[in-house]
T-cell receptor, first 117, second 110 residues
Framework: GAGVSQSPRYKVAKRGQDVALRCDPISGHVSLFWYQQALGQGPEFLTYFQNEAQLDKSGLPSDRFFAERPEGSVSTLKIQRTQQEDSAVYLC???????????????FGPGTRLTVT | GQNIDQPTEMTATEGAIVQINCTYQTSGFNGLFWYQQHAGEAPTFLSYNVLDGLEEKGRFSSFLSRSKGYSYLLLKELQMKDSASYLCAVRDPFRDKLVFGAGTILRVKS
């Protein structure tokens, strides 16, 4: 079956441009997460959706970052007025939310490598 | 606060056994995950521990001690394809997000 897909895989943006990164989670997965991974570091949490509801956006680094999941499936992470420090790999993950305490794993997509020049 | 520590790099020989340690101090705990990540690829799930003890899955085993805030990943019969970064992550009990360590780069030499 299809895993989590992300597009584009690579994006080069000039400083000040807006970008939109897309995530297609595994069909039927309720939970969707966005992470940012800098070179040589582990992924850092950005935001979390359960269906279309954005339940946690505490990791978004500034108000230039915005995420949505309007129909509870595909999600878009938008970065406005990109800065060089936004250069990173943006990972999307989805999981099958059952009940709290279940040992469900997060399935990661291949990521979008964003380079801001 | 959240603090997860793991060694930066390790080197081991093909066919050997290697243990990658992870210590954590987090404001909440709802399980510990290990992920493998090859360069330029997505992290892939290896193991999950929520209770103390050892979980074995083929060549990979993971151990957890919640009282010590400690876990390790044990890889047996190392293969060249095991060269990758290994990520330790603690699950937040309230929002299910994962808090990751910086990862341990494992190099397997022949």
């Amino acid at each position: 079956g299809a895993g989590v897909s992300q597009s584009p895989r690579y994006k080069v943006a000039k400083r000040g441009q807006d970008v939109a990164l897309r995530c297609d989670p595994i069909s039927g997965h309720v939970s969707l997460f966005w992470y940012q991974q800098a070179l040589g570091q582990g992924p850092e949490f950005l935001t979390y959706f359960q269906n279309e509801a954005q339940l946690d956006k505490s990791g978004l680094p500034s108000d230039r970052f915005f995420a949505e999941r309007p129909e509870g499936s595909v999600s878009t992470l938008k970065i406005q007025r990109t800065q060089q420090e936004d250069s990173a790999v943006y990972l999307c993950a989805s999981s099958l939310f059952l009940t709290e305490g279940d040992d469900y794993e997060q399935y990661f997509g291949p990521g979008t490598r964003l380079t801001v020049t | 606060g959240q603090n997860i520590d793991q060694p930066t790099e390790m080197t081991a020989t093909e066919g050997a056994i290697v243990q990658i340690n992870c210590t954590y101090q987090t404001s909440g705990f709802n399980g510990l995950f290990w992920y493998q990540q090859h360069a330029g690829e997505a992290p892939t799930f290896l193991s999950y521990n929520v209770l103390d003890g050892l979980e074995e899955k083929g060549r990979f085993s993971s151990f957890l001690s919640r009282s010590k805030g400690y876990s390790y990943l044990l890889l047996k019969e190392l293969q060249m394809k095991d060269s990758a970064s290994y990520l330790c992550a603690v699950r937040d009990p309230f929002r299910d997000k994962l808090v990751f360590g910086a990862g341990t780069i494992l190099r397997v030499k022949s």
